[in-house]
């Protein structure tokens, strides 16, 4: 018994491959990407808690100008009261690698701050993947 393959055979199982890998790759990378989105939500939880602690040792929220980094570096004016570093350097990224960004007055949660992340360009605006999320 001979158990070798005709060309024929091959071929027809690499268009096989090709087609089931046509049909599963777009899926998967869309699945990806609703991950990072679903994923921004509960890291933004993890910095607005670092925020909250903040607010507790320093009676004050961070303002826009020293935004997310007081939380790892105490301001001057703060040094015997700030108890940090509350958070790590990593967790300030977005699932996409980019910073989030920190608004002292929030125009999405007026009378407090927002934390925004830019999505997958990291660029404000855009649409699916690209949509900027906030903080609730």
Not at 62 to 85: I, M, N, Q, R
Not at 120 to 126: N, P, Q, Y
């Amino acid at each position: 018994m001979d158990m070798a393959f005709t060309l024929i055979e091959l071929l027809v199982v690499i268009v096989i491959i090709s087609l089931l890998a046509g049909w599963v790759a777009p899926q998967l990378i869309q699945r990806l990407g609703k991950a990072k989105k679903d994923l921004a939500r509960p890291k933004m939880e993890t910095i607005e808690t670092a925020i909250a602690n903040f607010y507790m040792d320093c009676g004050r929220y961070p303002d826009d100008s020293e935004g997310l980094e007081v939380l790892l570096t105490a301001p001057a004016e703060l040094e015997e009261k700030w108890k940090g570093p509350y958070i790590k350097q990593s967790q300030l990224l977005d699932p996409w690698g980019n910073p989030y960004i920190y608004v002292a007055e929030g125009e999405v949660n007026p009378g407090s701050f927002d934390l925004i992340s830019y999505g997958a360009d990291g660029e404000s605006g855009g649409e699916g993947d690209n949509a900027d999320i906030y903080n609730d």
